[in-house]
């Protein structure tokens, strides 16, 4: 939270009436979504309509925002677009009540696509409301994950079995390495071959994932890319009480293949059928 004191323009001497963005405990509807996205923390935005420690925001708008915080429209002043409204979709609604122009949130673009590709749906057919719902390791702002390595471990004890104990997601995907990193610290018995990275300390290389659309096709052809070298990227872990299905991908806009469907699907059709057949567990 410390971090935000420098980014804001105006001096903030208390956080109590400061318009310091509040800790982002999740986006979407955590109580019923399938699908439940792990990151390391939210990125920070000063220009959104975020809630805030000044009076203009109410309680129940705070609810309103983690809980709907996707929207069909921008009527509401707060929030961010979903789909059907695919030119809108995944931008953030600004302190102007207008919703932010340029490209969509990458993130949150390449969240709803892989969405799409599990549940076999049109990527505009997708709903952040009820599909999915995305939380954090940390739940305070910070550019380039700043203050998570010293916050991770009071924001775990704190949060995450609370947050994972509300969710009936069956399916907990963690894409890239620095969530996956954290995540590897609050999970234990995630083995080796989980996640795919260069140790920058050690030099040493984690896991194995094809390295290019092309790496994929020709490890395909020669075997070194089957069902049991896809499988180590999907584990089984109990967490906050649930059985999950903990899935590494590579990061959004990686170069490393990482779509799940299609002539460069990064997994074979039996593997995604298990992860929709988790999807149903009781």
């Known amino acids: 939270m410390n971090w935000q004191v420098g980014e804001w323009e105006q001096k903030i001497n208390t956080i109590e009436g400061s318009v310091m963005h509040r800790p982002e405990a999740w986006t979407g509807a955590l109580d019923k979504a399938k699908i439940i996205f792990l990151a390391s923390n939210p990125s920070f935005n000063p220009n959104e309509a975020f809630p805030d420690y000044s009076p203009n925001w109410s309680e129940k708008q705070i609810l309103d925002f983690a809980t709907k915080r996707f929207t069909t429209t921008d009527e509401r002043g707060y929030g961010a677009v979903d789909a059907p409204n695919m030119l809108e979709a995944d931008r953030v609604i600004l ?50 994950e700043i203050g998570v390595p010293e916050s991770l471990a009071f924001c775990n004890e704190k949060w995450m079995n609370r947050i994972f104990l509300n969710s009936p997601a069956r399916l907990v995907i963690v894409m890239g390495k620095k969530p996956a990193e954290k995540v590897l610290e609050v999970i234990p018995g995630i083995p080796d071959s989980w996640g795919a990275w260069k140790d920058q300390n050690s030099g040493l290389t984690r896991g194995d994932w094809p390295k290019s659309n092309q790496d994929l096709q020709s490890r395909i052809e020669n075997g070194s890319w089957a069902l049991e070298d896809q499988r180590k990227h999907s584990v089984v872990r109990t967490v906050g009480g649930l059985e999950r299905l903990l899935i590494w991908l590579p990061r959004p806009n990686s170069s490393l293949p990482r779509t799940l469907s299609g002539p460069n699907a990064c997994i074979s059709e039996e593997l995604l059928n298990e992860w929709q057949e988790f999807l149903t567990k009781e």
């Open 95 to 144: 302190q102007n009540g207008k919703v932010a122009q340029g490209r969509p949130v990458p993130y949150w673009r390449e969240v709803r696509g892989r969405v799409a590709e599990i549940l076999n749906k049109d990527i505009s057919e997708v709903s952040a409301d009820h599909d999915y719902v995305m939380t954090e390791l940390v739940h305070c702002k910070s550019f380039n």
